[in-house]
T-cell receptor, first 116, second 112 residues
Framework: DTGVSQNPRHKITKRGQNVTFRCDPI?????LYWYRQTLGQGPEFLTY????????KSRLLSDRFSAERPKGSFSTLEIQRTEQGDSAMYLC??????????????FGPGTRLTVT | GNSVTQMEGPVTLSEEAFLTINCTYT??????LFWYVQYPGEGLQLLLK?????DKGSNKGFEATYRKETTSFHLEKGSVQVSDSAVYFC???????????FGSGTKLNVKP
């Protein structure tokens, strides 16, 4: 078990460019979540996958954001036409059902996006 | 809707002091409650959880009790150590664990 990995760890891009981040969850975890975290704030939920199905999406998520999880394994988060307000840490978490039926999330190290 | 409010930091304590970090929530249905910790330079880690009213979660000397009547899940530790210095996040999940809501975090500094 190597944990949740995210790539790249840092991304600097110019406003208007598209960026794509990748998340590799813990292999046996069927649930995958994306969050955005800005300085001094807690993670903000963006979207959730169960296997390959995207079952929840935050109303705050603009149409410029899209996420996929083909074959229920790794996931990608794409931001089109980036804006300076998109600068944040993007976190991925995966989970599976614990003995008490609660789902415990395991977080990756995050991808820090800076839009100049 | 669902939301979490936790006390603002930073909280500065001397080693061996008693710690309380307040967390209150607003939720529909039957949420589960969590505390996550982020040590300097590391990712978020689950510290403890409680899945129903009156449950007590505990781990590494930390405890929190799910209080439905006061909609609270306060984090406590009887004697903090320098190594407990970190940012602590309170969180709740929807009943089906499809969405999680986090508080803004409380930074704890423990001085020797």
């Amino acid at each position: 078990d190597t944990g949740v990995s995210q790539n790249p760890r840092h991304k600097i891009t110019k406003r208007g460019q598209n960026v794509t981040f990748r998340c590799d969850p813990i292999s046996e975890h069927n649930r995958l979540y994306w969050y955005r975290q800005t300085l001094g704030q807690g993670p903000e939920f963006l979207t959730y996958f169960q296997n390959e199905a995207q079952l929840e999406k935050s109303r705050l998520l603009s149409d410029r954001f899209s996420a996929e999880r083909p074959k229920g394994s790794f996931s990608t988060l794409e931001i089109q036409r980036t804006e300076q307000g998109d600068s944040a840490m993007y976190l991925c978490a995966s989970s599976s059902k614990a003995r008490d039926r609660a789902y415990e999330q395991y977080f990756g190290p995050g991808t820090r996006l800076t839009v100049t | 809707g669902n939301s979490v409010t936790q006390m603002e930091g930073p909280v500065t304590l001397s080693e061996e002091a008693f710690l309380t970090i307040n967390c209150t929530y607003t939720a529909t249905g039957y949420p589960s409650l969590f505390w996550y910790v982020q040590y300097p330079g590391e990712g978020l880690q689950l510290l403890l959880k409680a899945t129903k009213a009156d449950d007590k979660g505990s781990n590494k000397g930390f405890e929190a009790t799910y209080r439905k009547e006061t909609t609270s899940f306060h984090l406590e530790k009887g004697s903090v150590q320098v190594s407990d210095s970190a940012v602590y996040f309170c969180a709740l999940s929807s009943y089906n664990f499809n969405k999680f809501y986090f508080g803004s975090g409380t930074k704890l500094n423990v001085k020797p």
